[in-house]
């Protein structure tokens, strides 16, 4: 068994599908398939159940799953120690985010790392392409990301630990000759017969919107989903609805009003999780320290 088979059968577990494992790994479909085909005759046992459809794990994969990662985390700790021997680090790190992150200046911390450790490759992952805060859980849960920027309130895996970062204020904006255009704040109560830009299931500032309708016994329309802040006044602009965008982010322009909410908790939480059960390697442990100290200055 080496580590090149190891690496091979985590990425298709994690991936689901050899194809977009074989295009992590930047190798041929044929390659991996021989590599995870080679693993199985020495182990002597299936690990990978393959259907037309998906990849999932026999119960000897299940088994091997969290001792392969662990052996490729020690390689990776190995190689960190030793690039810090001689001074700088080195790898891949891996950040999921979400579309938009408020008042966090994503480009200018990634801009930053890369300047201070130009040998590390990044590799940066939207909600988008995972589901939301909750995929972008999941995915750092299981390895696929080192650290994502995530929204969620309550609960989460014991898997993850979550460092609370910013939150932001959600302000209702609407076109300049809506009805209550002219106010400068307004109850959530005034709200249910109002049809709503929101962001699908799963994203953190829906949650946050939708919690607070919830809690106010309130039913509310969605009529129209967005993964794109910045659309959202698009939207409101041609007469499709009203938004609650994150204060810091709207701009609102001669068209259209922001307006705060009152009797409702609206703030938006932003959060960085990492892994409580794996090890941080150098690289992800750098970028943490990197985030902690900018939003703390």
């Known amino acids: 068994m080496d580590l090149r088979q190891l690496e091979c059968f985590v990425a298709v577990a994690e991936e689901s599908s050899f194809t977009r494992a074989a295009s992590r790994l930047h190798i041929v479909q044929s390659t991996m398939s021989a590599t995870i085909a080679s693993l199985e005759r020495e182990l002597d046992t299936i690990l990978l159940l393959r259907t037309t459809r998906r990849v999932g794990l026999t119960d000897a994969g299940l088994v091997l799953l969290p001792k392969a990662r662990a052996a490729l985390d020690a390689v990776r700790d190995a190689r960190d120690a030793v690039h810090a021997v001689k001074g700088g680090l080195r790898g891949t790190l891996r950040i999921g985010t979400m579309s938009s992150l408020g008042l966090i200046d994503l480009p200018a911390l990634l801009g930053q790392f890369h300047r201070e450790h130009p040998a590390v490759t990044l590799h940066l992952e939207t909600a988008a392409s995972t589901?939301?805060?909750?995929?972008?859980?999941?995915?750092?849960?299981?390895?696929?990301?080192?650290l994502a920027f995530v929204s969620l309130s309550g609960r989460t895996s014991v898997a993850v630990h979550l460092c609370d970062l910013v939150s932001t204020p959600l302000?209702?904006?609407?076109?300049?000759?809506?009805?209550?255009?002219?106010?400068?704040?307004?109850?959530?109560?005034?709200?249910?017969?109002?049809?709503?830009?929101?962001?699908?299931?799963?994203?953190?500032?829906?949650?946050?919107?939708d919690r607070a309708f919830a809690a106010e016994g309130i039913q509310r329309r969605v009529t129209i989903e967005i993964?794109?802040?910045?659309?959202?006044?698009?939207?409101?602009?041609?007469?499709?609805?009203?938004?609650l965008l994150p204060r810091p982010i709207v701009s609102t322009g001669d068209d259209l009003v922001a307006l705060r909410i009152t009797g409702a908790d609206l703030d938006w939480p932003i959060s960085l999780a990492k892994s409580a059960e794996r090890t941080s390697g150098a690289a992800a442990t750098a970028f943490a320290h990197l985030v902690e100290k900018r939003l703390g200055s």
């Open 131 to 146: 589901g939301g805060s909750p995929g972008l859980i999941t995915a750092v849960a299981e390895g696929r990301l080192d």
């Open 171 to 209: 302000d209702l904006v609407v076109l300049r000759d809506h009805r209550l255009a002219d106010r400068t704040e307004v109850s959530i109560s005034e709200l249910a017969d109002e049809s709503f830009i929101d962001f699908p299931l799963g994203y953190g500032n829906r949650a946050v919107t």
């Open 227 to 243: 993964t794109d802040i910045a659309a959202g006044t698009d939207f409101i602009r041609h007469r499709l609805g009203v938004a």
